[in-house]
């Protein structure tokens, strides 16, 4: 049984166990965030749709440390910006404005995970934007969308282009600003934010050494986004090979998440 599986027998009564069981998935990916160096003090933010019709999601509590998180902690918010839990902390503007966004529009949005990494930011604010030089880039360029910087996210006039540029990536780059992804579920928007984000420091490794980075044959990005263009082995691999050990390493670094 997994540590969300086990926490479900002690689901708060306000609660559905599918709520819980999403808000200890969302606390645990909060602590890999912070455990992985890609927290930015409080800001930046991730967010995950609560289990039902009415698109409530939740999203961190403005004022915690991403190491602090836990499931109890989170906010749950509709998408006119209401908050639906009592607490002594409010919401991320900025947050709510792109993560409404994409709650609003993409029905397969399980999780939306946005970050400001050095790494991320300084390809989101290159010319060439994230180039298929290696593997791992070719991970996630073939599902890649930009959108242009237009200030601090806090006019919610934004959110139509925000949408209309995302269309059905799973993977955004906003320019001069950072990494986003969406994913199904918590684990498939973690696994494709860790290809991402090691995707940037590659390339920002490799144009350390040089201007020039080895070709690579088209043919063989054609073959391997053939290879990869498959969403639901996607979800499978994440959700089933990947967030278990993830959800282990989290409990050996602080099982307190789970609160």
Request: with cysteine.
């Given at each position: 049984?997994?540590?969300?599986?086990?926490?479900?027998?002690?689901?708060?009564?306000?609660?559905?166990?599918?709520?819980?069981?999403?808000?200890?998935?969302?606390?645990?990916?909060?602590?890999?965030?912070?455990?992985?160096?890609?927290?930015?003090?409080?800001?930046?933010?991730?967010?995950?749709?609560?289990?039902?019709?009415?698109?409530?999601?939740?999203?961190?509590?403005?004022?915690?440390?991403?190491?602090?998180?836990?499931?109890?902690?989170?906010?749950?918010?509709?998408?006119?910006?209401?908050?639906?839990?009592?607490?002594?902390?409010?919401?991320?503007?900025?947050?709510?404005t792109i993560h409404?966004?994409?709650?609003?529009?993409?029905?397969?949005?399980?999780?939306?995970?946005?970050?400001?990494?050095?790494?991320?930011?300084?390809?989101?604010?290159?010319?060439?934007?994230?180039?298929?030089?290696?593997?791992?880039?070719?991970?996630?360029?073939?599902?890649?969308?930009?959108?242009?910087?237009?200030?601090?996210?806090?006019?919610?006039?934004?959110?139509?282009?925000?949408?209309?540029?995302?269309?059905?990536?799973?993977?955004?780059?906003?320019?001069?600003?950072?990494?986003?992804?969406?994913?199904?579920?918590?684990?498939?928007?973690?696994?494709?934010?860790?290809?991402?984000e090691r995707a940037?420091?590659?390339?920002?490794?490799?144009?350390?050494?040089?201007?020039?980075?080895?070709?690579?044959?088209?043919?063989?990005?054609?073959?391997?986004?053939?290879?990869?263009?498959?969403?639901?082995?996607?979800e499978l691999r994440?959700?089933?090979?990947?967030?278990?050990?993830?959800?282990?390493?989290?409990?050996?670094?602080?099982?307190?998440?789970?609160?």
């Open positions: 049984m997994s540590p969300a599986e086990a926490r479900l027998k002690e689901v708060p009564s306000d609660m559905t166990d599918a709520e819980w069981g999403q808000r200890v998935n969302l606390a645990a990916c909060y602590r890999l965030i912070a455990h992985y160096g890609w927290d930015d003090l409080v800001d930046t933010h991730i967010s995950a749709r609560v289990p039902g019709p009415e698109h409530h999601f939740l999203i961190n509590p403005y004022g915690l440390m991403f190491d602090e998180i836990t499931a109890s902690s989170l906010v749950k918010v509709d998408l006119d910006g209401n908050l639906l839990t009592k607490g002594p902390y409010n919401i991320n503007p900025a947050g709510f409404s966004a994409i709650h609003e529009v993409r029905e397969d949005a399980g999780c939306v995970l946005h970050l400001h990494t050095p790494d991320g930011t300084a390809v989101a604010s290159s010319q060439e934007g994230l180039l298929p030089i290696n593997q791992t880039a070719q991970l996630v360029t073939y599902d890649l969308a930009y959108h242009d910087y237009e200030g601090i996210a806090l006019d919610h006039d934004e959110r139509p282009r925000l949408q209309k540029d995302l269309g059905s990536k799973n993977h955004m780059l906003l320019r001069n600003h950072g990494t986003l992804t969406v994913g199904r579920s918590v684990a498939s928007a973690f696994e494709r934010m860790f290809h991402l940037c420091t590659m390339q920002v490794r490799t144009r350390m050494l040089g201007p020039m980075a080895y070709p690579v044959d088209p043919a063989v990005v054609d073959k391997n986004t053939a290879l990869l263009a498959n969403p639901d082995r996607q994440s959700t089933v090979l990947v967030w278990p050990a993830l959800l282990r390493k989290v409990e050996r670094l602080d099982p307190g998440y789970k609160n």
